[in-house]
């Protein structure tokens, strides 16, 4: 196994499910401050004991060699002074393969696909000076193909690394997120095993909480998730795990505390713009509209990404404001023509606006195309209602069934989902079926943002009928 106490920040972790892991989190979005990157918790005695933070820069190395979130301005730090150093060292492969990861992370959160030209040069170059051994750059180019939705490409990468150095923990995660955006969850699931066996900490627990999300089990993903906040030593990576807990709070409707996450995931690291834009998604759900604007364009001026233009301009929308509305629609457009021009595949998100508020036909012919590409259970569910949309219902049932059967991989506990494959449904007149999954979407989250069109589908299906009722055999009995 590999030594853990040299690639990444973590110390011993709690273990997950602990009692007093959850305590942490409490803490942390309850009633805690951070100084110097330590979480300091107010209403229990006990406190971690914690070394000073590492110098900026360095802790960014930390982060980005062992796959985990850093900081904005760490990165920028990192990526400096690498820039610099490599000028005098040109031959340095490792500092070739850390600049071409910083510069990944930089484009993933920043939403600046243009970071990621700058990256595969760099891995590629580091790979010419050190072919033989080199599990760092090929680990950064399957984290590159990820960022970029080549799936396929980072499987490619990721695979490679692993045949290199298999007992290397590192060369896990990009294979995990590669099986899971091409729909293969039983080889996530393989990895995300083997990663366990080599590595326990905070960074293996939120990727374990990825999985088991994409499996249907929120509660397990959930106590992952409060345990690797309550480990993580770096605010930025406290903050995106955060982050991520309150997306699950909200994807089972609990808008409260999905709020509380993100508006704790901001307060340690201002930067967590995803979390801005989760924000948004909890205060439009809970009324205040004014805020929830204002969240999504704080997180679109720092992290322009197409799906935040997309929220934003369906909020604007459903308020009537339908020039607001193309405004954003535009600026998803730009985004996602800038994203083609750094190698990044927004198509997904393209579709999904298409069939809603564009062209269908459109939105069919790109999502086929991206079916091809990589076939996950998100692009199922496009593709399922972009069909449906084009009046292709029989065809879009297919894909539908895909994103929602847990015989198919669809194991997700999506609202969204189980609302376009009920309203497909009900257009192919299989009316017991189409109320069962609305039903099921107002309960996996009664606030999703589909809820009114779902509430009216039922009212007009009203109640169950004679014939929908299943015969008893009277034999039987």
Known sequence: MENQATENQEEAPAQPGSSRARRVLIASVAGSVVLGGVLVLLPWEWTATRAPAPAAGSQALTAVTAGVPASLPDLAALIGERETHLRAHPRDAQSWAVLGSAYVEQGRRTADAGYYPRADKALRTSLKVAARGNTEALGGLAALA??????????????????????????????????????????????????????????????????????????????????AAAGALAPAEQAAYLERAGQLAWERGDREDALRHFREAVRIDPDQRAAQAGQGRALAALGRTTEALNAYRAALAKQPCPQ?????????????????????????????????????DEELVLGQFEADHGDPRAAVRRLRVEWARQPGIAVADALGWALHRAGEHEEALRFAVTATDRAKGGAVRSALYMYHRGMIERALKRHGSARRHLEEALRINPYFSAVRAARAALAALGEPSMEELPVMDAKAE
């Open 146 to 227: 990820n960022a970029r939705r080549d799936f396929r490409a980072a499987r490619t990468w990721a695979q490679a690394a692993r045949r290199l150095a298999p007992g290397r923990w590192t060369t896990y995660p990009p294979l995990i997120d590669a099986y899971t955006g091409l729909g293969d969850h039983k080889a996530a699931q393989a990895a995300l095993e083997r990663l366990m066996e080599l590595r326990s900490g905070p960074a293996v627990m939120a990727r374990a909480a990825a999985v088991y999300r994409d499996q249907g089990r929120r509660e397990d993903a959930a106590a992952q998730l409060a345990d």
């Open 308 to 344: 935040y233009a997309l929220e934003l301009g369906e909020l604007y929308e459903s308020l009537g404001l339908g020039q607001a509305a193309r405004v954003q629609y535009d600026v998803l457009r730009a985004r996602v023509r800038s994203a083609a021009e750094g190698g990044a």
